[in-house]
């Protein structure tokens, strides 16, 4: 089912100060589909998703769930969070110790008063599904993180719900499970075929697993677009910044090409990507650094920097490196099995189609 929202306000009243929680949200989510709410701690990711649930009463506004407004101030229309048919994974474990697997999974059918045979029967097929088949006596707490998380998944799925809500379910596990879960997760979702709203401030795992991703800063989606779009071709200054590592330099138009846009900056001239702005627009250049060549590349549309190695720090599967263009830091990354020293002069290459002009 899809979800639609609309001029959705939520504001919050601590030590005589008012929060804006949620700052006008216009949204909508497509049917069937991953979506998912990305931002920095206290955007208002939980309190929409909380909205959405019905578990918090927005200000002002309105919320439909495929057919059905659940949530509008003007028409006065309420309806309750058991009758929004909404399963809820939270970012700690919800499941309840004092529980075995069987009964944390089948309690939201016996609330539902469901005959045991047919919970039974239900709560098989689930735990089948999240591959827990034979867990049911295990007592909840002798389960490792993973699984304990699959039976909190598992209960959220076994009233067979149209959405799927998530609110940063992996944050507890470590970074392999994590990663592991992460994969699983996406295989179900994609199996289920419903449609999910996932919270997280976790940017790989936005990347990783949406259909849709939609950036929100300080109470408002600020951008919307698939993981490709956000990283590659985002429109704002704290959309680029926030999906990964970026070089960000003030720049400024000097003039339009037909496929390319050259703009003034600390760095010299940059041929970009061709992009049009209102004229009165901020604008700043961003350079991922897995875009940055550190050699000389010949060619019309190759821009090149000059610079010094001031940095090079081992992480791994490469060096992150600092180079010093023109007085600015450029941070770019070199093989493990580089020449360069810090110290070395080298030369930069960056692809006009890599030099991405976003709105500050
Ligand atoms: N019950 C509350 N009373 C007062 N302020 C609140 C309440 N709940 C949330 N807030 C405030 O509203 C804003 C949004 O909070 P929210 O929990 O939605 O953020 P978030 O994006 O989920 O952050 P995080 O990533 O840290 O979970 C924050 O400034 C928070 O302090
Ligand atoms: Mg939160």
Known sequence: ???????????????????????????DIEANKIFTLLGPSGCGKTTLLRCIVGLETPDEGEIQIGDTIVWSKEKGIYVPTEKRQLGMVFQTYAIWPHMNVFNNVAYPLQNMKLPKAEIAKRVAKTLKFVQLEGYEGRPSTRLSGGQQQRVALARALVAEPKVILFDEPLSNLDAKLREETRKELKTFLGELGITAVYVT??????????????????????????????????DHQFVADFIGRANLVPAAIVAQQEASTIVQTALGQIKCHRRT????????????????????????????????????????????TEVDVAGQRIMVKLDPTTPYNEGDRVTLSVKAEHCLLVSK
Do not use: W
């Open 1 to 27: 089912m899809e979800i639609k929202i609309r001029g959705l306000r939520k504001r919050f009243y601590s030590e005589g100060k008012v929060i804006n929680a949620l700052d006008g949200v216009d949204l």
């Open 201 to 234: 401030h976790d940017r790989v795992e936005a990347l990783a697993l949406s259909d849709m991703i939609g950036v929100m800063n300080r109470g408002n989606i600020v951008e919307l677009g698939t993981p490709k779009k956000i990283y590659f071709d985002a």
């Open 277 to 320: 702005f209102a004229a009165d627009d901020e604008l700043v250049l961003c350079l991922r650094p897995e875009f940055i060549e550190v050699e000389k590349i010949e060619g019309s549309d190759v821009n090149h920097l000059e610079g010094v190695i001031r940095q090079m720090i081992f992480v791994g599967e490469v060096y992150e």
